[in-house]
């Protein structure tokens, strides 16, 4: 599904949105700046990323810190098992991918008429 302008945006997309703007122009104001009349560079202060999109779905995005927040789940449940931790990058991927799948549920969900009660 392509990415419409006349389509409403969910409340989640909003909220979501309502962060990214403001990150964004936080870190577009923040970039180094060239000294007007020599050739010295002014140092600009460090930028550190709040956050990132990992993946986008559909009209939404799932961001890093909802990954980093599931990964610590899955983490925490397999110390807790005492089991052997898989590679990093294996979980990562695999909780990634769920996360798609839920949001793609959530939205055919919207998108149907279904409503929690």
């Known amino acids: 599904m392509s990415f419409n302008c006349l389509q ?3 409340r989640w997309t909003l909220a979501r949105l309502t962060l990214i703007v403001p ?7 923040t970039t180094p700046v060239m000294a007007q009349n020599s050739n010295v560079a002014v140092p600009a202060p460090s ?10 779905v559909d009209e ?4 890093r810190s909802e990954l980093d927040l599931a990964l610590d789940g899955i983490m925490d449940r397999i110390r807790a098992s005492g089991e052997a931790m898989p ?7 695999q909780v ?3 996360l ?4 793609l549920q959530v939205q055919k969900a919207l998108q149907t008429g279904i409503r929690v009660s």
């Open 87 to 93: 590679p990093q990058s294996l979980i990562e991927n």
């Open 8 to 10: 409403p945006l969910t």
């Open 47 to 56: 930028v550190t990323p709040l956050d990132s999109i990992v993946a986008l």
């Open 96 to 98: 990634l991918e769920r």
């Open 100 to 103: 798609i799948v839920r949001e």
């Open 60 to 63: 939404d995005v799932i961001m």
């Open 23 to 29: 990150l964004t122009a936080l870190l577009v104001l």
